[in-house]
Every structure is written in structure tokens, then in C-alpha cells.
């Protein structure tokens, strides 16, 4: 008998479980859609030091990022880049938060870059990767012998065509 009246119990505290899984799956994807529209855009390089050596002005001033939400590429005469173009995602739930790259051109093709990133606000942010296929930096730091590459960028333009 009393097995009974547990029943109703249990289900409603599988329920109960059930929903908070969906609302804090729902919440993920809303913070995750945020950045995605926060990264998105037309960036210009302000500074970048690549394994511990500040990267020369002259290379940081050519060097511009256009973001599609999941999407990245940098144009031709970029001379600062992780790959050519790629895909990326997203996990602004981490601290910091995560980023992966993908490559899909260039020498390090099909690699995956894994990095953390930070919206710093509406028109700056950084970004410290590690080498592609290597562990994910834990600060924005980049070091001698780190092999880390941290980035500053400035918006351009929230249209990345333009």
C-alpha cells in the first residue's frame, strides 16, 4: 500500500528534475546565441603577442577578423591569423569562457584550436588560443615558450560584409 502513494512522489520529483534539465538547457542556448551575436561583426587587431613576443605593429594594423556567429575568416592580406577561415563554438557557461576553432583552410586544415574568450564589451574583446591540437589556455596570458597566441580586437563594424 504504501508503494502506492510513493509512486505519484517519485514521478513528480523526476518531473521536477526534467524541467529544471530543459530551463538551464534553455538558458545555455540563450547565453550562447548572446555571444555569438556580441562576436559577430567586423574586427579589427590592436594587439597580439604570439608564444611570449609582442606581434609588430605594422602586422597587428593589416590584420582584420570577420565573424559570422559560428563562422570566422580573415581576408588575404591578414597577417595575424590562426587559419584562413573556419567554424567555432561557443561555451560562454565556462569560466573563462570557451571557444573552439576549427580550421578548414590553410596548413593546419581540419585541426582544432581550443582557446578561451572574454566580451570585454560591445565594441572590444580577447582571445588567448593555444597551438592547434594542444591543451586550452586557463588565462590570457602568453608567455616564452607557451606557445599560446593572446589577441585584442576592436569592432569595425557589426556587419561582417563591411
Known amino acids: 500500500m504504501k508503494r502506492l502513494r510513493l509512486a505519484p512522489i517519485v514521478f513528480v520529483m523526476f518531473g521536477l528534475a526534467a524541467a529544471s534539465r530543459a530551463e538551464d538547457a534553455s538558458r545555455k542556448a540563450a547565453m550562447i546565441r ?3 551575436d556580441a562576436l559577430t561583426g567586423r574586427w579589427q587587431l590592436v594587439k597580439s603577442v604570439v608564444d611570449g613576443k609582442p ?3 605594422e602586422e597587428v594594423r593589416k590584420t582584420v577578423l ?3 556567429h559560428d ?3 580573415f581576408p588575404e592580406d591578414a597577417g595575424v591569423g590562426t587559419a584562413p577561415l573556419g567554424r567555432f563554438t561557443i561555451d560562454p557557461t ?3 569562457r570557451q571557444v573552439d576553432s576549427t580550421s578548414l583552410g590553410g596548413p593546419n586544415k581540419g585541426e582544432v584550436t581550443l582557446g578561451i574568450y572574454e566580451v570585454i564589451d560591445a565594441d572590444n574583446k580577447r582571445a588567448c588560443w593555444g597551438k592547434p ?3 586550452r589556455p586557463t588565462d590570457f596570458t602568453s608567455t616564452p615558450g ?3 597566441t593572446l589577441q585584442y580586437w576592436r569592432l ?3 556587419d561582417p560584409g563591411k
Open 66 to 68: 570577420i565573424t559570422d
Open 94 to 96: 565556462k569560466n573563462p
Open 71 to 73: 563562422t570566422f575568416r
Open 55 to 57: 606581434v609588430p605593429e
Open 34 to 36: 548572446k555571444d555569438y
Open 156 to 158: 569595425v563594424s557589426k
Open 146 to 148: 607557451s606557445g599560446r
Open 133 to 135: 591540437g594542444g591543451p
